[in-house]
């Protein structure tokens, strides 16, 4: 604080008021030029219990006043024009009002504040998941005491930034839940109505988006691999060459795409109503075979058209044309008329058609597939039809095909965002002073290739920003990464197994640091499950006794303790808490191995509160692994409350 500054400044205002205009250029001199960071805004959810930092900028020395609920505090801005107050901590209520000189903050409530980070399953919007969760949607999403403020993207590598990007605190109604988190949307309201204290969420995450983009350069020391990308990134002359580069790989391989495309270049589009296609081949799509030589994928464009019948009572009405999901990217026509295009793979393909499109009779719909490097498909066990309102008529897998332009793999592109330390400077530095109760991380698909890290990566992380925070003891929430992928016939080595073990790993020995189980949540086809209410739903559970301190919750499933060989079979024991086991004489998920290491399936029944495991091909039992797979489909083991067990190995 700069005391003797404003004083001087205070005398020097009364002594050489001589004339109006003098008055009124000191008046405005003297006038604090207070702002705010968008996280200090009306709306906002302040964290009960904790003393509260409020901060902000003004002119260099300026008085600044802060009021809140009859209390008033007073400080100065320091020379760079940064100032804060400190709150004393608040209990749960309002709504209040919080005054900083001529600014009125409203509608101010004192609650629990988590800060959700991770990736684009964090990410992920309501409006993705209303395929499975639309009437609950839209009938259950006014909630107001729940708050959101969803941090822009922002990255930078050379030190932390002071704010985010614009941005505003949103109540949970009806007009804005689209655009929430679709696992912050869950966890908000089964918070709130578990405890009926106001919730606040900071939701800060980027799809795609790696650990170590989100850990500090102190935190990285250890890894010094890291930090050298980061300082290559750091030179700009390097970021733009190879942007400038990108930039023309990709403006000349889309030219050549279209240029030598017949379904473009033709005497009539491919997409015509009126266009020949007799010649052209009779595909599945689901097959895979027109995708490939054999080996190589085939990249370029791809053609497909089918004719689909329509009944006279649906003629020229509004309907929605099912794509599920494509790889990678597409236009879509219908009798002709373009109706719509998505970019990459993952969005599932939801087009409208608008009235007076659709005709009774035969209507051609014609899709456009672009492979970029990987290879194409139709992704299988998704929606593929026409709708309205509840009837459908689906599409057939089979349509007529024709290969467009061939071309070579497309380079790829570098996502500097993704870069270590970026998002940390960018995305979480700047909340530091806001206070929270606890952190949910919703990540690990992007570290799953360099999985054998990855438990330290993000033990550096929980550190990092416990010492950022200066919360020591600050609740950490570690979400498993769910099921995906086929479920193979014979057990098998797994990289998400690993990933999930390592994330168990953090969570057992580090303190305050709990585990969300999902293998049984997510979906063999799609890295974005739709399930977050059941995500949810567990991660109350932990947050409840964790941070809000209910004792009459149990909070996970069983957890893997110790084991004992009895002749051929291995008995497995658990924790005390969530070991209470569900009874089941027909366990799935396990697998044993003997001294040569190979893993078997495994028969396996609950015995009081133990698991035997056996198996007549491993006569001499060693090893036991559960739900070890990238999706171990059908694993059963569960508590009587119904919660799975971690996946786990005995070794």
């Known amino acids: 604080m700069i005391v003797q500054n404003d004083e001087t400044h205070r005398y020097a205002c009364f002594y050489k008021v001589r004339s109006v205009g003098f008055l009124l250029c000191l008046a405005a001199l003297c006038e604090a030029k207070v702002t705010l960071p968008p996280l200090i805004s009306d709306g906002m959810v302040l964290q009960r219990d904790q003393e509260l930092t409020i901060w902000g900028e ?15 505090y007073l400080t100065y801005a320091d020379t760079a024009g940064r100032w804060e107050v400190v709150l004393p901590a608040q209990q749960a209520g309002g709504p209040y009002t919080l005054r900083i000189q001529e600014i009125g903050l409203a509608d101010i409530w004192i609650g629990d504040v988590f800060l959700c980070s991770g990736q684009s399953n964090m990410e992920l919007p309501v409006s993705r998941v209303m395929d499975r969760f639309r009437e609950e949607v839209e009938h259950d999403s006014d909630v107001p005491a729940v708050r959101y403020f969803h941090v822009p993207m922002q990255f930078g590598f050379d030190a932390p930034q002071q704010q985010t990007g614009a941005a505003s605190w949103r109540a949970l109604t009806p007009e804005n839940v689209s655009s929430f988190s679709a696992l912050c949307y869950f966890l908000g309201k089964e918070l709130w109505r578990a405890s009926g204290v106001p919730v606040g969420i900071i939701h ?84 895979g075979d027109w995708a490939t030589d054999g080996v190589t994928p085939r990249n370029g464009s791809h053609w497909f058209r089918q004719t689909v019948d329509i009944p006279d009572t649906y003629s020229g009405q509004e309907a929605i044309l099912r794509l599920g999901c494509l790889v990678d990217a597409d236009s879509v026509f219908v009798n002709g008329t373009f109706v719509g295009s998505t970019g990459y793979q993952y969005p599932p393909r939801i087009y409208p058609l608008p009235a007076g499109l659709l005709r009774s009779g035969s209507n051609q719909v014609t899709v456009r597939l672009i492979s970029y490097s990987g290879q194409p498909s139709f992704v299988a066990d998704k929606p593929y039809q026409i709708v309205w309102d509840g009837t459908e008529i689906p599409l057939s897998p089979v349509w007529r095909y024709h290969r467009g332009a061939e071309m070579p793999a497309a380079g790829g592109q570098t996502f500097f965002r993704y870069k270590p330390t970026g998002l940390y400077n960018g995305m979480i530095a700047p909340l530091h002073r806001y206070r929270i109760a606890g952190v949910v ?29 200066q919360q020591p003891e600050l609740p950490f929430f570690v979400i498993q990464l769910p099921n995906f992928q086929p479920a193979l016939p014979a057990p098998s080595e797994s990289q998400w197994a690993e990933m999930r073990a390592r994330q168990a790993k953090v969570a057992r020995e580090i303190p305050r640091t709990a585990l969300v189980v999902t293998y049984d949540t997510g979906e ?48 497995l024991s658990f924790r005390e808490e969530g070991g209470d086991l569900q009874p089941d004489d027909d366990l799935k998920g396990f697998t044993v191995a003997g001294a040569d ?23 001499v039992p060693v090893r036991v692994r559960y739900a070890w797979a990238d999706n171990p489909e059908g694993a059963s083991l569960r508590n009587r409350q119904g919660l799975p067990a971690a996946p786990f190995q005995t070794d």
């Open 441 to 469: 991380w919703y990540q690990g698909e992007s570290n799953s290739g360099r999985y054998m890290d990855y438990d330290r990566l993000l033990s550096a992380l929980i550190a990092d920003w416990r010492g950022l925070w």
């Open 524 to 571: 063999w086809n799609d890295i974005h499950p739709l399930d977050k209410k059941t995500i949810a739903q567990r991660l109350s559970l932990q947050i409840r006794k964790a941070v809000q301190g209910a004792t009459d919750v149990v909070a996970e499933g069983p957890v893997y303790a110790s084991r004992e060989i009895r002749g051929g079979e291995v008995l």
């Open 204 to 287: 800060s995450s980027v799809g795609g988006s790696p650990a170590e983009a989100w850990i500090s350069e102190e935190g990285l020391l250890p890894f010094p691999t890291y930090l050298r990308e980061r300082d290559l990134v750091r030179d700009e002359a390097y970021v733009q060459a190879i942007r400038a580069q990108e930039s023309i790989s990709s403006r000349l391989w889309n030219e050549l795409l279209h240029a030598h495309d017949p379904g473009l270049n033709g005497q009539e589009h491919g997409y015509h109503p009126a266009f020949d296609d007799r010649d052209w081949q009779e595909v599945n799509v689901f097959s």
């Open 597 to 619: 290491g190979r893993y078997h399936w495994a028969k396996a029944r609950t015995e009081e509160d133990r698991v035997v495991v056996w198996s007549a091909e491993v006569p």
């Open 58 to 72: 003004a002119d260099p020395g300026e008085e600044v006043k802060v009021t809140f609920r009859k209390e008033s």
